[in-house]
């Protein structure tokens, strides 16, 4: 259920936005967008003055030592480690699509089409929320990692094989169905191998770590896009030609090319999760209690 609110952000905001820039101009979108930063606090407000906190006991707590306590509870366990870095590269990889994914589109089409493609992609996510909310018994989670890196990846290099809408759209659908399976996979793996008082600690430097991936994509993607991917296909190249023939040619394409590598790239980093022995132990041990996803009905 945590999934599907996480997708809700991405349903409607983005058909609204493509539509107004046929009335308006982007800098009302970006008031707008800096106003729903009050709107957000009003709520987060109100939700706290609902909520029900219990006061911990100790006195002078000290971040230096809440920060060694996380990194004990991470290094304790080889497989976390190595789930920590396979999900900064699994990061590392969308980042791309989600950087160059709208230059992509907006290559061949315009700004109130790309509102629409990714409300459309969005309810991908939704839809594989409910699938795995509904399903009554999870059988191995680290196969439902591999799997869902597996599918994202291969989905999400297909975006880039053709300038086609209908194409971009239903792959990004897909690719986003298979995204829930990648966040609750992982987490779930590392919530059952931590005890619970260190949890919040462990995921606080989880996300830190993780989100390097993502940086590291933002810095990159720009400098690989425009001065190396975006020349080569706009080059008559042997190489660029063949490649041309599969993805097409011309201004967008180097783009398009650079998802292709990086979707086949996490992909194969979901071929390699399914046999790595330290992730595996991370379910056979089974330190913590379960966290299971489950419906009344099931399937």
């Known amino acids: 259920m945590v999934q599907i609110a996480n997708s809700a952000k991405l349903l409607v905001s983005p058909i609204i936005a493509g539509f107004l820039l046929l009335v308006t101009t982007v800098s009302t979108l970006i008031m707008i967008d800096i106003l729903t930063f009050f709107t957000t606090v009003l709520i987060i407000a109100a939700v706290k003055k609902g909520m029900v906190t219990k006061r911990r006991e100790e006195a002078g707590l000290n971040f230096f030592r809440e920060m060694k306590e996380g990194i004990a509870a991470i290094r304790g ?3 976390i480690v190595a789930l920590i870095a396979i999900m900064t590269i699994s990061v590392f990889c969308l980042g791309f699509v989600q950087i160059l994914s709208k230059p992509l589109i907006l290559a061949f089409a315009g ?23 509904c399903m009554k018994n999870t059988i191995s989670y680290v196969r439902m990692l591999s799997l869902g890196l597996f599918g994202c990846g291969c989905f999400f290099a297909l975006m880039g094989v ?16 298979f995204m829930p399976a990648v966040q609750i996979g992982a987490e779930v793996l590392i919530r059952r191998n931590l005890a619970i008082e260190v949890q919040g600690r462990a995921f606080g430097l989880i996300s830190f770590i993780t989100q390097m991936g993502y940086i590291g994509a933002y810095l990159l993607s720009g400098v690989l896009s425009d001065y190396v991917f975006e020349p080569f296909m706009r080059g008559n190249s042997l190489f ?3 490649i041309g023939n599969v993805i097409g040619a011309g ?5 398009a090319l650079l998802i292709v590598i990086a979707g086949l790239t996490l992909a194969f980093v979901g071929i390699v999760v ?8 991370l ?9 299971t996803e489950s419906c009344s009905e099931g399937f």
């Open 251 to 255: 201004a967008g394409r180097g783009n």
């Open 162 to 177: 053709k300038p086609n809408l209908f194409a971009i759209a239903l792959f990004g659908f897909m690719m986003f169905v």
């Open 77 to 79: 366990k080889g497989g």
């Open 274 to 281: 399914s046999r790595l022995k330290s992730v595996k132990t």
């Open 111 to 133: 700004e109130t089409e790309l509102g629409i493609l990714t409300t459309v992609i969005a309810l991908g996510m939704l839809a594989g929320s409910v699938v795995i909310s």
């Open 240 to 242: 660029a030609t063949g």
């Open 283 to 291: 379910e056979e041990e089974k330190t913590h209690e379960p966290i």
